[in-house]
């Protein structure tokens, strides 16, 4: 069923969706975002949040266009003390629906949102509480009921262009990465470090791999993976070429991981833009509870190294 919300006038709504939040949380709010298209084809989307990430979410059947929370003014909305700064009270005026992914209160934001009576807006908890069970996309959607018709959830997924695609290819070859063997990226580190498998595992998985077909292994390293990263390096068979990716901006990363034909990595935000990006995807959780945060799609597979519970 498709709810298309128009006004008097005739125009289809306006929807702003807001969320600050890391790269995989972000990620998992395309479910959101894929949801209030798929349902409203005509409405203008915006995302806000911290730009490189909430850029993740638009393109074709995603948003319309990523604005940052960091620019000037959108520290006023936070200030419940003070009023609105007047550029940020004018764009959040241009909206009629708004909602906001948020820790604190929900009814001082709904107050500080609202700018006339006839918008809807949404304060949803930015995160579920320790008791939940639900997985991540399905609890954020939940912000939709009221406002969408819906019966499924999809899985969170990029709109990765085909120009996008076609330069990541050909950044690829001109680093001379190899399309004849077995492309495999891996993400060995994890910004929380309780989240990361052993990198004897990941070892054991190349060796593996490299016996049976020649491969070219893309390691994916952020800010916090120097230490994990360079000591996986050793651990390397030297036959396999190795092509580090350090600091990726996010929708270049993407595109790449999109070329892949396999990725292997921790419960961590690079290891959701790879099952976003449509790559083939293993995915081990080591803490976290896989049925609320792991990534989602027929083409990943999550396994739990989690210690079983004690009685």
Known sequence: ?????RFNDGSAARWLIIRNGGIGDTILLASVVQLVRMTNPDAWIEIAGILERVEL?????????????ER??????????????????????????????????????????????????????????????????????????????????????????PGERDSARMRLREM????????????????????????DLFGHIIHDFSRNMPITLLLTLGPADQTAVEAFLRLIPAQIPVYVFANEPLRILASTLNQCDLFIGNDSGITHLAAAAQ?????????????????????????SLKPPAKR
């Not at 399309?179 to 989240?195: P, W």
Request: proline letters at 8%; glycine letters at 6%.
């Open 176 to 199: 001379g990465i190899d399309f004849s063997t077995f492309l495999m990226a891996m993400h060995v580190g994890a910004g929380n470090q309780d989240k990361r498998a052993p990198l």
């Open 72 to 161: 000037a003014g959108w520290e006023s909305l936070y200030a419940n003390d003070a009023p609105l700064a007047p550029d940020l009270r004018d764009y959040l005026h241009s909206f009629d629906v708004i909602i906001c992914y948020s820790g604190g209160n929900p009814h001082q934001f709904e107050k500080r949102l609202r700018i006339h009576p006839q918008q809807m807006i949404r304060v949803h908890p930015a995160l579920p509480s320790s008791h939940s069970h639900e997985h991540i996309t399905h609890f954020y959607c939940a912000s939709l009921h009221g406002l969408l018709a819906f019966f499924s959830i999809p899985p969170p997924r990029l709109a990765i262009s």
């Open 57 to 69: 979410l638009t393109g074709e059947g995603m948003a319309d266009r990523a604005v940052s929370t």
């Open 279 to 303: 790559c083939p995807t293993v995915a081990f959780f080591v803490a976290s509870e896989p049925s609320i945060w792991s990534p989602l799609g027929e083409h990943v597979r999550v396994i």
């Open 1 to 5: 069923m498709k709810l298309d919300m």
